[in-house]
């Protein structure tokens, strides 16, 4: 049962346009909510956060938004860059520290 | 202060062996988590360990288990290999407070391939 879902695989934006990564979840008891990116061979690396009890948080060229009662999670980046071409991972996190993440998004920033 | 470590980093093993993954969480950190990543998959959610007891468990069969140490570190170990064990392993490590969520850092990975 996928409990958090990141329905498109792939994600093609020019360099200095906005990408858009989308994620959605099914779990109402989430409370905490992370993007990780990741790069080829290197582990997830924590980029943006937010808690349930906000529904933007902002840091530099990344800004989360969270709709709950839409159950949708996503990450903004403006403007994008070239280094920003890497895999997506949102994750859903419930009291208790058990996380759960999506499947992904390739984001491809093209020169 | 030092991120997550994870040895080896790379592992090549055949059908039926077994294996053994380390991990070293951040220095105060006493909750490590460990996922299997797979093409396609996303991180699946093998276990995780805080105070040497595992506190949650995801859906992988008992070939997989762990353990952690009074010095926070975590071994994963995965007996009778099948093809099907190829994948990155990760582990992360929080502080691991209760009726707290925070955030997970991740090691570099051990990546696993059975022959």
């Known amino acids: 049962d996928q409990q958090v879902k990141q329905n498109s695989p792939s994600l093609s934006v020019q360099e200095g346009r906005i990408s858009i990564l989308n994620c959605d979840y099914t779990n109402s008891m989430f409370d905490y909510f992370l993007w990780y990116k990741k790069y080829p061979a290197e582990g997830p690396t924590f980029l943006i956060s937010?808690?349930?009890?906000?529904d933007k948080n902002e840091d530099g060229r990344f800004t989360v938004f969270l709709n709950k009662s839409a159950k949708h999670l996503s990450l903004h980046i403006v403007p994008s860059q070239p280094g920003d071409s890497a895999v997506y991972f949102c994750a859903a996190v419930r009291t208790g520290n058990q996380f759960y993440f999506g499947t992904g998004t390739s984001l491809t920033v093209i020169p | 202060k030092a991120g997550v470590t994870q040895t080896p980093r790379y592992l090549i093993k055949t059908r039926g062996q077994q294996v053994t993954l380390s991990c070293s969480p951040i220095?105060?950190?006493?909750?490590v988590s460990w996922y299997q990543q797979t093409p396609g998959q996303g991180l699946q959610f093998l276990f995780e360990?805080?105070?040497?007891?595992?506190?949650n468990k995801g859906n992988f069969p008992g070939r997989f288990s762990g353990r952690q140490f009074s010095n926070s570190r975590s071994e994963m170990n995965v007996s009778t290999l099948e093809l099907g064990d190829s994948a990155l392993y990760l582990c992360?490590?929080?502080?691991?407070?209760?009726?707290?969520?925070?955030?997970?850092?991740f090691g570099p990975g051990t990546r696993l391939l059975v022959l």
């Open positions: 937010i808690s349930s009890i906000k």
């Open positions: 220095s105060g950190h006493r909750s």
């Open positions: 360990y805080f105070s040497e007891t595992q506190r």
């Open positions: 992360a490590s929080s502080f691991g407070g209760t009726g707290v969520s925070e955030t997970q850092y």
